[in-house]
């Protein structure tokens, strides 16, 4: 192994320096192997300036910060880039040019750092067009399969929850009802990990439709029981059972989901079914920032290594993962086959019940 | 001095405890003097088992954690008491009930911990029926003259900082603006330090209203320099020049600001006028919540100190104050005469601008 | 199940408040079983009023909490108690006081929290006197079999990670060598993670016996490349290889181990040896305080369900236990039978030397 | 003004980059001023490579990071610098060499940040050799003169207050007494002002001597009113009443205080005496590093920025300052006249006393 190149996609994770980090100085240090840094995803193949070298000095420092050094298109995909032609977006199909710089770098390897969409592509590159990929799975949703945790989660997981921490003090003083609006479009697992974490009254996530008059019950037994507030992790992909919208229109009042979330939606739809006052915040971007906790920064220095290791052991299409501790492989097809979910048979759920939280599906 | 009651008033502030506590252990280890809670604000004394002692052992392991053990209603005014009768909200002086209370109870000293509305009502109290209050600045806002600090606002201003620090990066590495609605409704402190404190490009505080021109060339100007992100630290009072609105509506499309607050406003227009790709994070409560730094856990431990002193010396109608690193005490009157705003002369301002921070004003 | 009975025993570690509140919200809400609580480890089945009720109320609040509200004796152990007799200390075997109070008391099963030497006695218990036990294991060292990772430990390393970050830039920019002792009698699991996560330069664990030629050949390449600083994290249990005590005598001067651990006589011998100017840090009990992580919430809050499940299916002499994401159990007799070290044939410690970590062996 | 030089010495103190980039921005975006650093102290004037231009560029970034990107010599004093020569060290007076350079740079103005050593160095440069300096007062000492606060004590004052809040719990569950050892050679700032925010029991500052008796009858009382637990801050620079040592030879025993610092000290003089089971942290060089807090990072904007202005304006000699929330200017010599200490007519010192707490000397 001589040379390989390093990228970035998606979102912002903490923890995706580290990885860098771990790739340059297992390949440069172990392996005495050239490493290349792509910048911008995928976009760096095809952009000027976009392939550039990474030395030890580059990875200086940047353990403990969040962000990339290489930058982040959001899923720029070669097979379907959105170019600027004559003023128009057009889309186009860039993948043979992304090969033909490949091979013109004499590339032994490239490790694609991403989430569930950067990784697809990965593999579609394996696939179809016998790129040496090693993927390596970033995401603070905890949505892809085949490893135990993704990186970033574990930080994203601690901010949310103290965020909860705070708001609880608020909320107990002040007979509040607060509810924090958490990331998680598809796959629940911030707001569950986080709300259990948090000591949350009512967790909504993507995998359990919701009743608002389930949230309203709850919140009821508490005050009745003497609780005068409560607290409500929502992930933005909690959506009401059957489908309808949460909020509705009443009189000339129109609440548009294009500005509030569904944070905003669950307030407005609990003051007029509960006639409680709430408070909303919406977490954003701060999920993603940050310094990595110790175990993103132990998982990524792990899976930036084992990456390497793996591109020189010839290992292509593989994905980097942690199971039971252990830091292994998987195959790209597998881990990617199907998207992953809280399980709702887990005991994670069964714990959430017991602690009386409510999952706004009784 | 054989009996005093303590009461808190208004939003939550981190450090509350803290004074209670200070209040407690000196009037009862320094003066032998009995102390009485008041339950949620000037309510307590109207209310049935509003008022209740407070012993050590109630205000052991308090010092770290934020809200107040008291409660606190918003802002419940004796003079304009909002109560049901027959199902509908009508609005009654209950002052004389607060009086007779205070009177049969035998209070020596009350000692009220509020921000401007909670200590207007003391002061009040004081002036027309002689009740002997005592005040204690509190307020994340730090929008009350003659202290140098409230207590609340520097635990307020890390929260927002940090949030910025989290913001820096993933803006960074993702090419995106960034956008922070933090709390200050008149006053732009919280936004104004916080901003300086984390870097921010453009910090929008009441006192200064922007021009959202001005706010696009800043942007256009650091993406020439070749930085393609900002942070915009924005005070939810924040308001352009000229009064106009933020917002417009666009063909069939409507922004109803009840659902956005100032930062969705600027986020969309920016997105209008400048064409950036923005992202909106509202922190809302989280900055009333959590555990006091350093210096608001000292500055409450010495104020309710200091109240407890003024007390015994029969100071009433005065306020406990911070003064060049010393805790002092001012009259009320004085201190409620004018609202406190960010100074535009302050080198603050001048710090900002030195800084090459926008204020939206240039 | 109608009754059981919880206690902690040992060291602090975070946690243990989040272990009792999910035993008791899961027995008294799912199962509607009274829960007793057995204060200062096995001490409190002998002691006057050691065993108290815990109710919902007794829980509320503790999750983000530090300690235990049960309070732990150092383990008190049953078989051979330490107590005052006439003055002077004599050893008891009180076991079968605690049989007959557990017998008298009707305890279904008795929910033990511990480390290894509490666990140990749980076991005796069940095995030689048939006690219904199951074990949670606690310890910030994570040194027990059959769980990925124990609670408390998550919590702990960042705590220690955190210490190296901050050490990180004074050792920059002041060119020292940074000595940072953390816990870890027997297992380097602390210091190597928090190595790996805060970027250490040398990392000295009890597992592998080190040479002080070798931390400082370490520190001299570093200074010959350029880096004037280094960075040692040193577990409390680290030696050196051949069994010689790291430090001497010179001449009149003594070095005590008394007072000094093995982060000062590393300083001392890096001192004679190098001549470099080290700073050392002990950072002791701070790693066994402060409120839990996420990740150790969480798995607290699964553990104790898990603990209550398993007792209300009558699984004595099991150990919860977590394994590649879920919650399992194991038995306690397996988990205890050999101590736990780090693998020296693990990827974290090939990870360590590609991260260009001295491990002191090279 | 067209050309000013900057420099830190002393020991770590966080903010010491963020009074740099104010220094760097202001100069070049008010003043269009040229900036040089100065590597190492006074040391740079007189190394090779010692002098390198700073560009906004090099102060991008550095804003929320600790240490400094100048370095810092440990008071490398030009009027008696250590040099090697011929093997030996010996003293020589660098001075000249430094105004040498100085004027061979056309230097308009000469920054220095720095401590109580640091500044008298530059007083003397001033008022002896005319050098045009601005002094910026760093310590997390807090110990100069005619400022409120200096930069760095607030960021080390946190986190001596989480050290306190983290063996809070600790002390509690297990009946301990936690001693922690701060920093404060001469000043106790640090030890009080955390000791009070972390609710310590006992502090001990170099300020008022301590009796060991004192300490121990507090614990005792403690321990008779339930309270089986104590902490205890102490200051490295606390001592005991009398001048005598606080530890003794017992039989063949020897404590040598070259290894164990006051913290160790009283610890084995507790443990004698009181017969209490005690354990020691010592916080070290913790409490130099981290990220700088808000009150921090703010103050050294506004201290950087306000030290180019007084260049600008020619006053040198001068120190920037705090007083009563503005930035101000005093004269170095004055600010240097005498040490600055805890006042023990200061409301602090009353104010710890009437929380209950021990100075060791009632």
Same sequence: chains 1, 2, 3, 4.
Wanted: charged share 20%; net charge negative.
């Amino acid at each position: 192994m001589k040379k390989l190149a390093v990228l970035t996609g998606g979102g912002d994770a903490p923890g995706l320096n580290a990885v860098i980090r771990a790739v340059v100085k297992t390949a440069i240090l172990r392996y005495n192997c050239e490493v290349l840094g792509v910048r911008n995803g995928f976009d760096g193949f095809v952009d000027e300036g976009g392939i550039f070298p990474l030395t030890l000095g580059d990875v200086r420092g940047i353990l403990p910060r969040g962000g990339t050094i290489l930058g982040a298109a959001n899923r720029g995909n070669p097979f379907a880039r959105k170019v600027m032609r004559d003023g128009v977006e057009v889309v186009e199909d860039t993948s043979q040019r992304v090969i033909e710089r490949i091979q013109s770098l004499n590339l032994d390897a490239l490790i694609v750092i991403g989430g569930d969409g950067t990784l697809r592509i990965a593999l579609k590159l394996y696939q179809q067009l016998s790129v040496p990929v090693i993927g390596v799975p970033k995401t603070i949703d905890n949505d892809i399969n085949g490893t135990d945790f993704t990186f970033g989660f574990d930080t994203a997981l601690n901010t949310a929850m103290e965020a909860i921490d705070r708001l609880h003090t608020t909320a107990e003083s002040h007979h509040r009802v607060m509810i924090l609006e958490l990331m998680g479009r598809d796959a629940g697992y911030i707001a569950l990990y986080a709300g259990i974490a948090g000591g949350a009254d009512v967790i909504l996530i993507p995998e359990i439709p919701f009743h608002i008059e389930s949230v309203c019950a709850k919140i009821q037994d508490r005050v009745a029981a003497g609780a005068f507030f409560s607290i409500i992790a929502v992930a933005e992909g909690a959506h009401p059972a059957g489908g309808e919208r949460v909020y509705r229109m009443e009189g000339d009042q129109v609440f548009l989901p294009r500005l509030g979330g569904i944070g905003q939606q669950v307030a407005e739809a609990l003051a007029a079914s509960c006639g409680v006052e709430t408070r909303v915040t919406v977490l954003g971007h701060l999920q993603r920032g940050g310094s990595p906790t110790a175990f993103d920064r132990v998982l990524c220095t792990r899976m930036g290594g084992a990456a390497v290791r793996l591109a020189a052991a010839s290992r292509f299409g593989r994905m980097v993962a942690l199971r039971g501790g252990e830091v292994v492989d998987v195959s790209l097809e597998e881990a990617l086959a199907r998207p992953r979910r809280v399980s709702l048979d887990s005991d994670l759920i069964q714990t959430a019940r017991e602690m009386g939280i409510s999952l706004g599906d009784e």
